[in-house]
């Protein structure tokens, strides 16, 4: 079992930056993928971007050139840098890791950005 703790969300105004951090305790010696996805209001969960074990990074066209994905191996953490956010950012951010072919997801938290 793994379990995943995210920090970081919070109200930015556009333009802004924020930067959320996942970290995972419990079963960690096999995570591989790390990853985000958010909801926003009224909208279907979507992929935001991955990282692999090995650092190859996968990015949503909508966050490409504004979000990056990180990962402290060491830490078992994953972080989200988000810059120059938008309104159609706010959403619910959910961290996501495979570990031994298992998906977990954090509690989610909220981002919210003010035009």
């Known amino acids: 079992q793994v379990q995943l703790v995210e920090s970081g969300g919070g109200l930015v105004q556009a333009g802004g930056s924020l930067r959320l951090s996942c970290a995972a305790s419990?079963?960690?010696?096999?995570?591989?993928?790390m990853g985000w996805f958010r909801q926003g209001p009224g909208k279907q969960r979507e992929l935001v971007g991955t990282?692999?074990?090995?650092?190859?990074?996968n990015y949503a066209d909508s966050v490409k050139g504004r979000f990056t994905i990180s990962r402290d191996n060491a830490k078992n953490t994953v972080y989200l840098q988000m810059n120059s956010l938008k309104p159609e950012d706010t959403a619910v951010y959910y961290c996501?890791?495979?570990?031994?072919?298992?998906?977990?997801w954090g509690q989610g938290i909220q981002v919210t950005v003010s035009s």
């Open positions: 990282i692999l074990l090995g650092g190859s990074t």
């Open positions: 419990g079963s960690t010696l096999s995570i591989n993928t």
């Open positions: 996501y890791i495979v570990s031994r072919s298992q998906g977990y």
